[in-house]
């Protein structure tokens, strides 16, 4: 898979601030995902890609439409990290 130049990746993410999706909700994916880290550490659990995108998808159901745009973004954000790691 290609790598994406700093022009497409600000591209995609004015395409997302226009869309309204890196207002509000979505600006809060950063802790999203801390508090899936936490909760997976106080419940003694590994870890891993798979437990933190299932915990995330979870907060991605949520019937708050604040969270539930933060969740979103969160899981679009870890997949795009485990991608370029991979790649």
């Known amino acids: 898979m290609a ?4 022009e497409q ?8 601030k226009a869309k ?11 802790n999203i995902i801390a508090n899936a880290v ?11 890609i ?6 995330i998808a979870k907060e991605a159901q949520s019937a708050e439409p604040t969270v539930k ?3 979103t973004e969160a899981l679009a954000r870890l997949r ?7 790649g």
């Open 38 to 48: 936490l909760k997976l550490t106080a419940a003694r659990a590994e870890i891993t």
């Open 69 to 71: 745009a933060g969740a």
């Open 20 to 30: 309204g999706l890196a207002k509000g909700g979505a600006a809060f994916w950063p």
């Open 3 to 6: 790598q994406k130049t700093p």
């Open 50 to 55: 798979p437990a933190l995108s299932e915990m």
């Open 9 to 16: 990746l600000t591209r995609e993410f004015e395409g997302r």
């Open 80 to 86: 795009q990290a485990v991608a370029k790691a991979e």
